[in-house]
T-cell receptor, first 115, second 113 residues
């Protein structure tokens, strides 16, 4: 079965550069979520979108922004990168933002390294 | 402060026996709980969930128990298989913010043949 696709799998950037992470949800999933997992940490919720509108916001820095496009894919834009942004970034998708019957399905993540 | 706690960083079990993974939470407003399994270099994979109106949910070899008064849930895997070896994350969420999962730090399960 089709899963959540994230690209790239690995990304190396220097401090103060920008990065764009992409997420393609499972077909017919209309909600996407972004999580950040630092080394040895649990995943932390950043932001989510339902039907192309921001639906919830977590601990996303002001330097980051995200959007969901008409084909439901999402992009996380990160500017003025800092060393502390080095982490694994997961995207997840589900059907409907208010349905408990639709758990989040995660992609395999993008590993961002800031040097 | 960690709202979802998995106090055992690791657990080792013999193949065929029961694995019990525990999770405690502090916020009584949580009303939906999930277990995810994670292999290295992969994203978390959904296993099983339970809403706060239930105290048990079963799916094949996996059963989740919820004790709201104790703010405790557990995942039972019976029988355990070597392929179950992974890191297991407990997660919780609130009504109206179902995508904002609060994760525990995970328990690494090793099932030995």
């Amino acid at each position: 079965a089709a899963g959540v696709i994230q690209s790239p799998r690995h990304l190396i950037k220097e401090k103060r550069e920008t990065a764009t992470l992409k997420c393609y949800p499972i077909p017919r999933h209309d909600t996407v979520y972004w999580y950040q997992q630092g080394p040895g940490q649990d995943p932390q919720f950043l932001i989510s979108f339902y039907e192309k509108m921001q639906s919830d916001k977590g601990s996303i820095p002001d330097r980051f922004s995200a959007q969901q496009f008409s084909d439901y894919h999402s992009e996380l834009n990160m500017s003025s990168l800092e060393l502390g942004d080095s982490a694994l970034y997961f995207c997840a998708s589900s059907i409907g933002s208010t349905s408990y019957n639709s758990p989040l399905h995660f992609g395999n993540g993008t590993r961002l390294t800031v040097t | 402060d960690q709202q979802v706690k998995q106090n055992s960083p690791s657990l080792s079990v013999q193949e065929g026996r029961i694995s019990i993974l525990n999770c405690d939470y502090t916020n009584s407003m949580f009303d939906y709980f999930l277990w995810y399994k994670k292999y290295p270099a992969e994203g978390p994979t959904f296993l099983i969930s339970i809403s706060s109106i239930k105290d048990k949910n079963e799916d094949g070899r996996f059963t989740v128990f919820l004790n709201k008064s104790a703010k405790h849930l557990s995942l039972h895997i019976v029988p355990s298989q070597p392929g179950d070896s992974a890191v297991y994350f407990c997660a919780a969420s609130f009504l109206g913010s179902q995508g904002n999962l609060i994760f525990g730090k995970g328990t690494k399960l090793s099932v030995k043949p």
